[in-house]
């Protein structure tokens, strides 16, 4: 059972390049999210989903978009990075996003675009 | 969305125990009460969540005020590898799947 995986650890875009974050969970979790962590400060919403086909805005949507065809993967693409992207992107997913379920969090992923 | 408030930083001495204070004094009585934690470059990871009474796990403690306006995380006994980032965090019921993270407290432990 590996939790949430997020892939690449480390990612260094120029400014105007796309890229995808990959996310998969092998909980059967019908909840998953995305937030981003500038330094200093708490963790932000970008994206979520409550199920396959489903998803909404969080906080902080500009500049990304998601889709979510499957239980187990939720990427997050950036279509054409900023500097203000900058930023450590963090994968999360719940059974169903209940009130009362926790959160598992993937390990990061550290995104510089220059 | 209710709001959660936490002294910016914490210091413990080790293996002596650590109280870690949040108010939310905007609690709804729906909401539960959730903590979380951040180790140095590492994902948050889940701590204790209750919703009106105190809760007990392996890792800590959570006491919550009668009126729910604040609630404390208890580690019994703190090892230095504690030292994090600890984040009070109310969870809304409904519709809204916007789970808000603030700043945090830092729980600096001195061996």
């Known amino acids: 059972n590996a939790g949430v995986t997020q892939t690449p650890k480390f990612q260094v875009l120029k400014t105007g390049q796309s890229m995808t974050l990959q996310c998969a969970q092998d909980m059967n979790h019908e909840y998953m999210s995305w937030y981003r962590q500038d330094p200093g400060m708490g963790l932000r919403l970008i994206h979520y989903s409550v199920g396959a086909g489903i998803t909404d805005q969080g906080e902080v949507p500009n500049g990304y978009n998601v889709s979510r065809s499957t239980t187990e993967d939720f990427p997050l693409r950036l279509l054409s990075a900023a500097p203000s992207q900058t930023s450590v992107y963090f994968c999360?997913?719940?059974?169903?996003?209940?009130?009362?379920?926790?959160?598992?969090f993937g390990s990061g992923t550290q995104l510089s675009v220059l | 969305d209710a709001k959660t408030t936490q002294p910016n930083s914490m210091e413990s001495n080790e293996e002596e125990p650590v109280h870690l204070p949040c108010n939310h004094s905007?609690?709804?009585?729906?909401?539960?009460i959730h903590w979380y934690r951040q180790l140095p470059s590492q994902g948050p990871e889940y701590v204790i969540h209750?919703?009106?009474s105190n809760v007990n796990n392996r890792m800590a403690s959570l006491a919550i005020a009668e009126d729910r306006k604040s609630s404390t995380l208890i580690l019994h006994r703190a090892t230095l590898r504690d030292a994090a980032v600890y984040y009070c965090?109310?969870?809304?019921?409904?519709?809204?799947?916007?789970?808000?993270f603030g700043k945090g407290t830092l729980l600096t432990v001195n061996p």
């Open positions: 999360a997913s719940s059974y169903r996003g209940a009130t009362n379920e926790k959160l598992f």
């Open positions: 209750g919703l009106t």
């Open positions: 905007t609690i709804s009585g729906t909401d539960y």
């Open positions: 965090i109310l969870k809304s019921g409904g519709s809204n799947y916007k789970l808000t």
